[in-house]
């Protein structure tokens, strides 16, 4: 069983930049796909982006080209490095093993 904690979410000015990062502990981190997901205030969950075991990327069509999701296998991480942050990417943003356990979230607020 794979245990994800988020961490890196905080207060950021429009256009600004921000990288979160997802620690994975219990588990052998580097066999999974992972993904990141975002809820905004009164919004449903929506899926963000997706990484392979291979490191092959995908991207919802909100974020494409300003989002770049990585991992280090050697330090069991997973990041999300977001670019020309907007005001619609205030979220609370969450980490997931494809198909598996869920991290308990980071709030990211994009505000001036």
């Known amino acids: 069983q794979v245990r994800l904690v988020e961490s890196g979410g905080g207060l950021v000015q429009p256009g600004g930049s921000l990288k979160v990062s997802c620690a994975a502990s219990g588990s052998i981190f580097n066999i999974y796909d992972m993904e990141w997901y975002r809820q905004a205030p009164g919004k449903t969950r929506e899926w963000v982006a997706r990484?392979?075991?291979?490191?092959?990327?995908m991207y919802a069509a909100s974020v494409k080209d300003r989002f770049t999701i990585s991992r280090d296998n050697a330090k069991r991480t997973l990041y999300l490095q977001m670019t020309g942050l907007k005001s619609e990417d205030t979220a609370i943003y969450y980490c997931k093993v494809a198909g598996g356990a869920w991290g308990q979230g980071t709030q990211v607020t994009v505000s001036s």
């Open positions: 990484i392979g075991s291979d490191g092959s990327t």
